[in-house]
């Protein structure tokens, strides 16, 4: 059994590209998942919520808010608002609470347009109303964490992938 036999009439160069796609994929995948120092510069700002919803975003529920005091909108990732918070909105945050939130710096200035609003969105890391922690910054790191181990266990599959399409073309090159 030749298993380069669904191969044979792919053109060798579309076949170089599908090979170096998957490479580039394990890089990604490589680089994405591997752990980083979470030494990024955080601001603390504080603000009244001006109002607090639960979009689905990409099949998954998160938490967004807007703060009378700024313009963009803030937002809790989905594997955050589903791991540590149960996906469920913490009563203290309602529209008319002061709240205190940690975000990275880099994020407040422009934040990206994020779906389903299309206005300014930045990511929080942490959230406290009156001065009770809805949302640590450890468990807001953890629930990243866990999240690139996930991407990790994919990593296998795509080596193996990359492996095989290495040796199909391999096997074709001119003798």
């Known amino acids: 059994m030749d298993i380069t036999k669904p191969f044979e009439n792919v053109p060798q160069p579309r076949l170089a590209m599908a090979m170096l796609s998957a490479w580039a994929l ?3 995948v ?22 607090v919803r ?15 005091e700024y313009a ?9 608002f589903a791991g540590p918070m149960q996906s469920r909105v913490p009563e203290a945050l309602q529209p ?8 990275p710096a880099s994020s407040l200035p422009h934040p990206p347009k994020q779906a389903p609003y299309r206005v300014p969105t930045a ?7 009156g001065g009770q922690a809805l949302l640590t910054l ?9 999240a690139d181990r996930g991407l990790l266990t994919s990593l296998p599959v795509f080596v193996l992938i990359a492996l095989y399409l ?6 074709r090159r001119p003798s």
């Open 26 to 28: 394990v890089g990604f």
């Open 30 to 51: 490589i680089y994405a998942a591997a752990p980083h120092p979470d030494n990024e510069h955080r601001v603390t700002i504080e603000g009244e919520v001006k109002d």
């Open 54 to 68: 639960t979009p689905e975003v990409l099949g998954q529920l998160v938490l967004d808010f807007a703060l009378v």
């Open 72 to 80: 963009n909108r803030f937002r809790v990732q989905a594997d955050v």
């Open 96 to 103: 008319g609470a002061k709240v205190v939130l940690q975000l």
């Open 123 to 129: 990511d929080v890391d942490a959230i406290a109303v």
């Open 138 to 146: 450890e468990a807001s790191n953890g629930a990243q964490q866990r």
């Open 166 to 171: 290495t040796w199909v073309l391999w096997k």
